[in-house]
């Protein structure tokens, strides 16, 4: 199994942690409850603590049918917390899809560009990135929210992800980001439905083969509460989904993912080492 190096980032030997501080009051999972920028500061800093090897700050929702905020907005809302939480020595990566924003978190300390659209919301992005060096994100996406479920339409969807996956590394690497730079995520939730979503899960194995590090963002997401809905069919909570998270972690870190996303991460990080553990048949820290 590849052990994925990112330059740049925590290289332990297993796969990564990365948690979620969503600067937001519209989030799908914990809107509003992190919006103020010292509570989003505090929450960061905890999630190091409870073992987040990364910490993605975000100022945009990507929830189905949410309204984009200004660029103005969104900057207020992340530069002052990725520059604290930079300055306290915490490996931070920006959840966005303006190249400005980007810039302007690399300015203020942030190690990684986590872009949901792959360089298809904003053109100049891949030249940002190039220009910064950071490590980027190069998510699977067909559209902004309110255009997402109506292109959730797929024949063969690890065949068809992967190969646009494949388009969007060619066009990122003609606009001078470097191989070493990428890494990619297949983008569950997005123009993708529960039936969607699992085979991707399963075939993360056949993403690798492009040759870039995987990263998988299941966490608190529609379909794992549809999994667990009750016996009437509702849905599990968002929040009542965490175990099933955790589930997702441990079978993607076997995988071979580089990273898991996730909003608990105390539980998720004991996840990891077990993984990697049971895969070397030694304690990985």
């Not at 409850?33 to 090897?53: K, T």
């Not at 810039?103 to 910064?132: E, T």
Request: with cysteine.
């Amino acid at each position: 199994m590849t052990t994925w190096t990112v330059p740049g980032l925590p290289a332990e030997g297993r796969c990564l942690v990365m948690g979620v501080v969503n600067v937001t009051p519209d989030s799908f999972s914990d809107g509003g409850e992190w919006f103020d920028p010292d509570a989003a500061v505090r929450h960061g800093l905890e999630l190091v603590e409870q073992g987040a090897d990364i910490v993605d700050v975000g100022g945009e929702s990507t929830r189905p049918g949410a309204a984009r905020v200004s660029l103005t907005e969104e900057l207020r809302r992340v530069e002052p917390v990725i520059r604290v939480l930079s300055q306290e020595g915490v490996t931070v990566s920006v959840d966005t899809m303006r190249a400005e924003v980007a810039d302007a978190a690399v300015d203020a300390g942030a190690s990684m560009v986590n872009d949901v659209s792959g360089g298809l919301a904003d053109p100049a992005m891949p030249r940002v990135v190039a220009a910064s060096g950071v490590p980027y994100v190069v998510m699977h996406w067909r559209g902004h929210s309110h255009l997402m479920e109506d292109r959730a339409v797929y024949s063969d969807v690890v065949t068809e992800v992967a190969e646009e996956l494949r388009k969007r590394v060619d066009t990122v690497l003609a606009e001078g980001v470097a191989e070493h730079q990428i890494v990619l995520d297949p983008g569950l939730g997005f123009a993708k439905r529960a039936e969607h979503n699992w085979p991707l899960l399963a075939g993360i194995g056949r993403l690798g083969e492009l040759g870039y590090p995987i990263i998988i963002g299941a966490s608190r997401k529609r379909f794992l509460g549809r999994l667990l809905a009750d016996p009437g069919g509702a849905p599990r909570p968002f929040s009542g989904s965490d175990d099933a998270t955790l589930a997702v972690t441990a079978l993607a870190a076997h995988a071979g993912a580089w990273c898991v996303r996730v909003h608990h991460v105390r539980p998720n990080a004991d996840a990891v080492r077990v993984a990697a553990a049971w895969q070397g048949g030694e304690e990985v820290r």
